[in-house]
């Protein structure tokens, strides 16, 4: 009886363990899908810069509170950041290219971490059926 | 109670897997560097500033962070090894 109660307390922690590592997952998919919409944000506005022309007026901010009109100068270089606190200058087409590389990258991982939750789903309703058909025997 | 004893291991085996991811991105990054058009400028962020470099400069830097990296790497498995643990 002891050794029953002990199998479904395992199991129980198991299935706990399991919907915390669901949780996780799901938390890493929301940062992704922030990072995703930054990128696309970036991509978008440096297409609005372009089509805006070189020789306008922007504001740029400084800090979270003030922002400073500044002129375009130039907008065949693209100063952009390729990790590990390094930025290269790259011509307006290659940081577009690499900005979409790179969504396309996350959205590759951010597919992977999806079905690893369908996978951990699909352990978790295992732990159940086979709680349930040991209760089945039992009677 | 087996569950919370791991904990402070898992711990240790996440970080291990963090530092190698990043020590796999930094590769990348020097790998691109190699690949950009001379000429091209390169920039090292500090945070609220960022300053111009250049390729020899930002390579130097990328070194010193692998070796910092990789030193914290070694450290970590030697903790997991006398945990009894492999990463």
New interface residues.
């Given amino acids: 009886m002891a050794e029953k109660k002990e199998t479904q307390v395992r199991v129980e922690?198991q299935v706990r363990?399991l919907i915390a590592q669901i949780e996780s997952i799901r938390a890493e998919i929301s940062a992704l899908d922030a990072a995703i919409n930054a990128l696309r944000q970036t991509v978008a506005t440096l297409r609005t810069l372009k089509r805006l022309g070189q020789g306008k007026n922007v504001l740029i901010p400084v800090g979270s509170i003030a922002q400073v009109e500044m002129k375009i100068e130039n907008l065949d270089?693209i100063?952009v950041?390729?990790?590990?606190?390094?930025?290269?200058?790259?011509s307006y087409d290659e940081a577009i290219k690499y900005i979409e590389d790179e969504i396309e990258r996350i959205l590759a991982l951010r597919l992977v971490l999806e079905q690893t939750i369908a996978d951990l789903y699909t352990q978790i309703e295992q732990l159940i059926q086979g709680k349930q058909e040991q209760k089945e025997e039992n009677k | 109670m087996e569950l919370n004893k791991s904990n402070p291991q898992e711990a240790i085996v996440l970080q291990l897997q963090l530092i190698k991811a990043e020590l796999e991105q930094l590769e990348k990054v020097k790998e691109f560097l190699k690949n950009l058009e001379p000429g091209r400028k390169i920039y090292i962020n500090l945070g609220e500033v960022m300053v111009e470099s250049n390729y020899l400069e930002a390579i130097q830097y990328l070194d010193e962070k692998e070796k910092e990296l990789k030193a914290a790497l070694l450290e970590l498995e030697a903790k997991l090894t006398s945990a009894g643990l492999k990463a």
């Fill in positions: 922690d363990a270089r100063v950041s390729v990790g590990q606190n390094i930025s290269a200058e790259l």
